[in-house]
């Protein structure tokens, strides 16, 4: 019995392990080895072992650039994330109200409606004729409509926007998980409402808030749709770039170099993630 | 995701919410503003694309200068839109169908048979939630320059793959709901495997699923990272088309077509409240 319910269970797990080999880690290991190939304007690519594409990368002050505003904007996302986030999780995670279904559905709503329909609100709000300026004007706070669209302010804004669920979820997993006596502890061993969120909430929750801010980093290093529609060309992150790279100038093995990039800065991320946490569980 | 997430979803059964005691007044008040604030900066963009769709005017203006439907006609009249519709809901369609299949394997596997390293396979079950969607899809694209595959079975394995982990967290959350007796009573009473699973355990996971379907199919027709790369002639989605669009010009059509989308999205996301419960799925 214990063998064929080992059996089952491998058998089950079968079409997942097949599809996850052949069509994500087969081809993104084989995309990711490219960064080390020598670009050919002929063959594409070819197979030997090179840091040319590497060198260019880091080296060129084109690409620095690029690396560099990437990380910027994932950090203020990220940053962004975490200051609205922790404050409506931990609502979520503790209030009493009657409407707490329905503020999580709006909460995860928006998540729904992909990431084109959310930019384009954006877009609405932010444009030199849009809301925002209409708004200001109207109060007579500015003469002219402010230039808000196709700045790093308006790409870190809809990222935050679009990202917001990703950090709210673990965050709110952390927070709900606690034992509620623990804050009552606190609160009747004499400690403030600030003692006890810094002392007990806080700590605790970290795991949900390295979780957040791994997962938003990772996402928002990888975004492309967002800030081509809200940065314009003037804020190019590494999406854009590795876009560009396969779809028109067909160099394949620097845009794998530029993706290694984003995947050593995610492993970093994931690194530190699972060396804290451990550290707590231990 | 989280490896404390079952223990926090089993600690939200069992206690009732309950407010800090330690939680002050005014600090209670002002909680209370930056929450609103928050739910103010969620909705705003999406309240703002509604109106915009009913503005009669060409300009993205608010508030609005009057009402009129021409944007949602103009959205009809346009054959590219009205086919990347289509093909859209096509695709999410056969996504969910195959997501749903292989998560409902998956994560009855998972949860069935997998007692020890089941944290660990869970997680890796999730990867393509934590691998940027970029990559997935431009590995994809190199793969077909390497073995002959038609694009759209690679568009439709890209789809999959994003769906995947959001079908497995609706049925896992359902399983666990299921007392696992139920189904060893049905192989005890001489049911085979295949026999208890089709009349034993789907009836009674059925709401669970059909939450994955809709659930994927959302994640399937919002999709633009998968159809960025992957997408071609005749096999446009719609987030991809209203892209294209919008990098020329940005008129309210786009709103008309994104309000038709909200709509329909915020219609399948209640259908799935009233099945199972966000909440369910947002523990994953």
């Known amino acids: ?23 994500l880690i087969a081809p993104i290991s084989f995309f ?13 690519w070819v197979p030997t072992v090179t840091g040319e594409n590497f060198a260019r990368l880091l080296g060129e002050p084109y690409h620095r650039a690029i690396i560099v505003r990437t990380l910027k904007i994932a950090l203020l996302t990220t940053v ?13 995670a503790r209030t009493a109200s009657v409407w707490r279904g329905l503020l999580m559905f709006l909460v995860i709503a928006p998540l729904m409606t992909g990431v084109i329909v959310r930019t384009y609100g954006w877009i609405v709000l932010l444009g030199s004729e849009g809301t925002v300026n209409t708004i200001l004007r109207g109060l007579g706070l500015v003469d002219r409509p402010l230039k808000i669209l196709h700045t790093e302010l308006a790409v870190v804004i809809a990222l935050v926007h679009i990202l917001l669920p990703y950090m709210v979820f673990p965050l709110f997993a952390a927070l709900a998980g606690q034992d509620p006596d623990l804050e009552r502890a606190a609160h009747t061993l004499g400690a403030g409402p600030a003692r006890t969120f810094l002392e007990v909430t806080l700590p605790l929750s970290r795991p949900g808030i390295l979780m957040g801010s791994a997962l938003v980093f990772t996402l928002t290093a990888g975004a492309v749709v967002t800030p081509a529609l809200m940065g314009g060309k003037d804020v190019q992150m590494l999406g854009q770039t590795i876009y560009e790279l396969t779809m028109s100038t067909l160099n394949w093995p620097l845009a794998s170099a530029v993706a290694f990039v984003l995947v050593l800065c995610q492993l970093a991320i994931l690194l530190v993630y699972f060396r804290i946490g451990r550290g707590r569980a231990a | 995701m989280p490896p404390d997430a079952p223990v926090a979803a089993a600690a939200i059964e069992r206690q009732a919410p309950v407010v800090a005691p330690a939680a002050g007044r005014a600090g209670r008040l002002a909680l209370g503003v930056a929450v609103t604030a928050i739910y103010v900066f969620l909705l705003a963009p999406v309240a703002i694309i509604v109106f915009s769709s009913f503005n009669p005017t060409e300009a993205n203006t608010f508030p609005p200068t009057g009402f009129s439907l021409r944007w949602y006609a103009k959205f009809l009249d346009s054959a590219g839109f009205v086919a990347a519709f289509r093909f859209s809901l096509w695709l999410a369609v056969v996504a969910a169908v195959a997501a749903t299949a ?56 890209g789809h999959v793959l994003i769906c995947l982990p959001f079908a ?37 996971v059925a709401p669970g699923l059909l939450s994955a379907l809709l659930f994927t199919f959302m994640v399937s027709f919002g999709d633009v990272y998968i159809a960025l790369f992957l997408s071609g002639p005749g096999r446009t989605t719609l987030p991809i088309e209203i892209f294209a669009y919008m990098q020329w010009e940005s008129t309210p059509v786009v709103a008309a077509i994104t309000s038709i989308q909200i709509l329909l999205i915020i219609g ?3 259908l799935i409240e009233r099945l199972v419960g966000l909440r369910t799925i947002m523990r994953v």
């Open chain 1, 32 to 44: 990711l080895v490219m960064s080390v190939f020598r670009y050919s304007a002929l063959e594409l």
């Open chain 1, 80 to 92: 962004g994330c975490l200051g609205l986030g922790y404050p409506l999780a931990w609502y979520l």
């Open chain 2, 102 to 157: 292989i998560g409902f394997l998956t994560a009855h596997g998972l949860v069935r048979y997998w007692s020890r390293g089941r944290g660990i396979l869970q997680s890796l079950a999730m990867l393509p939630m934590m691998v940027p969607h970029l990559l997935i899809s431009i590995s994809l694209l190199l793969a077909l320059m390497v073995v002959p595959v038609p694009e759209l079975a690679a568009l439709i394995v």
């Open chain 1, 1 to 23: 019995m214990v063998g064929e319910s080992a059996r089952s269970g491998r058998l089950l797990l079968a079409p997942i392990a097949v599809l996850y080999l052949i069509a």
């Open chain 2, 268 to 270: 399948l996301g209640l």
């Open chain 2, 168 to 204: 497995i967290a609706c049925i896992v959350a359902s399983l666990e709901g299921v007392d696992a007796q139920l189904e060893l009573a049905a192989l005890t009473l001489g049911a085979s495997r295949l026999r208890a699973l089709w009349e034993v355990v789907i009836p009674l």
